[in-house]
């Protein structure tokens, strides 16, 4: 007798969601056999996901293109739910998998649960601790969490987040991020290495890499961080800093406003994963509030100023690797300053281990999906985990 397929619903909204989910999508078509994936695309981005989809080859089952300009949280909600409804009714999915704290990742999950469709949730068990902070994502990946059968917690600190919650260690799966995978995957096809963008010199230019996009610091504090990346371009002359722009509104016509047409920095257009891993490779510093970003850094060996009043992502500070400076201009100017005037700062900042994975993440995510759905518990074996070994590494850092 030939064995059914098991449907794997995989759904994704935005940029990172794909990038994440991308090998986690090629884990599942190379055990085909057992596997029958069912790719949904909300589009909750349109463009900037289309570049992820594109470089990863990756065609949904379905596209809802939900993407609305300027979309409100509670607007993208509803037809996200609305539209999800409608795909699971249509299909007897087996699971449904979500990543991350978007609302795609929020409402599929809902969208799911309400339809007793059990929820895999990859990148689970991150915590701020802060409702507001990062906003709306700490509240979306809990809200996921609630309604989640398998998480799928990338480190050993989003694990123990998980367990302090109640959640049933049988439950858990640690995994390592997907995103070390994805780098892995493109570092593999070598593409990771293009010219600079565009209008950026090939000089001996020291790079600092900015993205910026956080809801939470719209206004002032993202005029802040504009104002700090001017100071640091006029106070380090073979500085030069490189921004490819979000393309939510609020946050364009902010950074084109206050750093538009100034000497040596280059505000760019999204660009595509080869792209900008090109850029975290040739960049000297990176300053971020991206999450994924966060996370692929350490695997370059460039260090982070993370752009937030908390990280949910602790891993990398505490290693060494990255510092939280919140957004207040002088911070971060004193903290840039800090690492380009001492090349000896400058080192222990760029060399350790990534503490995010091993870019074994998606393996056993896949393995993991295939003993839950067949019913085995505990899912894996301890052994069979991602160890960091972050706390020997705090230890010997602090
Ligand atoms: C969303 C996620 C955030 C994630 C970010 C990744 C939520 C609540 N927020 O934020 O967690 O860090 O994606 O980038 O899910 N737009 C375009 N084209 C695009 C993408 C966006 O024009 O390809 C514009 C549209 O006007 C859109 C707006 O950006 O309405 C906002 O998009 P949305 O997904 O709601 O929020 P992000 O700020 O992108
Ligand atoms: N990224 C990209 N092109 C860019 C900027 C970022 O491909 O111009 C990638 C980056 O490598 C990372 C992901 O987008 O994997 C992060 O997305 P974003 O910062 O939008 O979202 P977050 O991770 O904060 O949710």
Wanted: glycine share 6%; charged share 20%.
């Amino acid at each position: 007798m030939v064995n059914k397929r098991l449907q794997v619903g995989v759904v994704f909204g935005t940029r990172p969601e794909a990038i994440k989910l991308a090998p986690v999508i090629a884990e599942l078509k190379q055990h085909s056999t057992e596997f029958k994936p069912y790719l949904i695309s909300t589009a909750q981005h349109r463009s900037m996901l289309d570049q992820v989809l594109q470089v990863f080859r990756i065609s949904p089952d379905v596209d809802l293109d939900l993407m609305q300009p300027n979309q409100t949280l509670n607007r993208l909600t509803c037809r996200v739910l609305q539209a999800m409804d409608s795909v699971l009714a249509a299909n007897p999915l087996d699971c449904l998998v979500v990543q991350g704290d978007t609302t795609t990742a929020m409402a599929a999950a809902l969208a799911a649960f309400h339809r007793k469709i059990p929820v895999a949730h990859v990148e689970a068990g991150l915590r701020s601790r802060d409702m507001t902070n990062p906003f709306p994502e700490e509240s979306n990946r809990r809200l996921a969490g609630v309604v989640t059968s398998l998480h799928f917690a990338p480190t050993s600190i989003a694990r123990d987040n998980l367990l302090s919650e109640g959640v049933a260690r049988s439950a858990i799966v640690t995994t390592g991020n997907t995103v070390v995978d994805a780098v892995k995957m493109l570092l593999d096809m070598k593409m990771a290495d293009q010219a600079l963008p565009a209008g950026v010199p090939e000089d001996s230019s020291r790079l600092l890499l900015i993205t910026s996009h956080r809801r939470e610091s719209w206004g002032t504090e993202l005029e802040n961080i504009c104002d700090a990346i001017r100071d640091l371009v006029v106070a380090f002359p073979d500085v030069r800093a490189v921004y490819p722009v979000h393309l939510n509104p609020n946050v364009r016509g902010t950074v084109l406003a206050r750093l538009g047409n100034l000497d040596r920095i280059h505000l760019i257009e999204p660009v595509d994963y080869f792209g900008f891993l090109s850029l975290l490779r040739r960049c000297y510093l990176v300053l971020t509030d991206s999450g994924g970003v966060q996370e692929e850094a350490p695997t370059f060996g460039k260090p982070v100023l993370v752009l937030r009043k908390v990280t949910e992502r602790p891993e990398a500070s505490l290693m060494g690797l990255a510092r939280l400076v919140g957004t207040s201009r002088e911070a971060i100017v004193k903290e840039a300053s800090d690492i380009l005037g001492s090349s000896v700062v400058y080192r222990t900042m760029s060399e350790g281990q990534n503490p995010y994975g091993d870019a074994r993440a998606s393996a056993r995510i896949v393995q993991s999906l295939s003993r839950w759905l067949n019913g085995a518990i505990p899912v894996l074996a301890p052994t069979e985990q991602f160890e960091s070994g972050i706390r020997e590494q705090i230890a010997t850092v602090s």
